[in-house]
């Protein structure tokens, strides 16, 4: 096997990618995985070279520990050969500070922002705290409502921040024509496309304009690192990477070979998530305790089909809203749940179950949505994260642990 030139992965199907993306021989050397290179100093031969020093601060040359070295240009590198359209791919400190990142990158004061109403709240937080205190104004739209979205656009708009599926509540928009929109109002899009990774979702390709990720969920897939990356074409890879630069933004080696790590099974978990979730999703669509079941995976749920036409994959999470019961009947169901464990986050290993109230976290998208169309349907939802479990064995639980929602 020889990967040194990375192009050979180009003509390869997805699965065959996720394997061979970034191992640079290099980078590698005799080995599989590239070292750890932990470095802050990166010596230069002599006085000459060092004059020469900013000529090095480029991609794959060493230069200074915050430019990184070659574990996570190894990184950087696989997530770009992922990403069908990107030149390159700048890797923070964690999801959120990807998201800072790129809008920092974006946006100056004077700037209208739009961001999608069921966008990560942290994202939301993001427009109206730290964005506005810097002179950029957030407008929050229904991303399901296009004639109001494109009457959302101003002379000032500058970016749009997508999501989908929708954070908690899973609202399938058309990414395409969100995107499209936005170019033609010469606007930036942003997509935040950590549900189904550019194996779900080839962001880039469907007219996107920056795709960024949390890879401390599916990419991490273990629960023990947090980071985030974002992907882009040539001009605007070269703005977020100096704007990174200027705010310090870096991660360590050491959890940069994590999520390399975690990568090369990536294809293999999601396909393996996806398909519990899917019969998990259906296993709820039958019970008389749930109004509806929140899954652009699952036939006749809201979204899919416009997630059947976009997207090629997806994974474990979805959400659902039970039929009538209280607050306190549905925290009953969470904490009689023996194999789902209770926490934010999700892309792990491991299954999770999340007491849901998006409506707090929205300004102008109803919860349940309107899509639910059911009377009996309340606010009561549980996202659940599905794990590498046996799908069988977390359906019993959650017959078990819904006898106790009943036992109110
Ligand atoms: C978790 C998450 C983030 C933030 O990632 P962190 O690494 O926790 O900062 C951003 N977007 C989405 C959709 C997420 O689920």
Known sequence: MNLSDSTDL??????????????????????VNPPVWRASTHLYEDTAALARGSQYNEDGRFFYGRRGSPTQWALCEALTQLEPGAAGTVIYPSGVAAISGVLLTLLKPGDVLLISDNAYDPSRSMGTGLLADFGVETRFF???????????????????????????????????????????????????????????????????????????????????????????????????RKRAQQLGNVVSPDDAALALRGLRTLSLRLRQE??????????????????????????????HDVWARDFTGGCGLFSFVFRGGTMEDRNRFVDALQLFGI?????GYESLAL????????????????????????????RLAIGLEDPDDLIADIEQALAAWKGA
Request: contains cysteine; glycine residues 8%; hydrophobic residues 45%.
């Open 142 to 240: 229904d991303p399901l409502d296009i004639e109001a979205y494109t009457a959302a656009f101003c002379e000032k708009t500058r970016a749009v921040l997508l999501e989908a599926p929708g954070s908690l509540s899973m609202e399938m928009c058309d990414l395409p024509q969100l995107a499209r929109i936005a170019r033609e109002k010469g606007a930036i899009s942003v997509l935040d496309n950590t549900w189904a990774s550019p194996l779900g979702f080839a962001a880039l390709e469907k007219g996107i304009d920056i795709s960024l990720m949390a890879l401390t969920k599916h990419v991490g897939g273990h629960s023990d690192l947090m980071m985030g990356s974002a992907s882009a074409g040539p001009e605007l890879y070269e703005a977020l």
């Open 10 to 31: 180009k003509t390869t199907r997805t699965a065959t990618r996720v394997v061979g993306a970034g191992r640079r021989k290099e980078w590698t050397g005799a080995v």
């Open 274 to 303: 996806a398909a519990s979730a899917l019969k998990i999703a259906q296993f709820l669509q039958e019970r008389a305790e749930v109004a509806q079941v929140l899954c652009p995976m699952l036939p006749g749920a809201p979204g």
């Open 343 to 347: 926490g934010f986050s999700w892309g």
């Open 355 to 382: 007491p849901i109230q998006p409506k707090s976290a929205r300004s102008v998208m109803p919860w349940p949505p309107v899509s639910a169309n059911d009377a009996a349907a309340d606010r009561h939802g549980v």
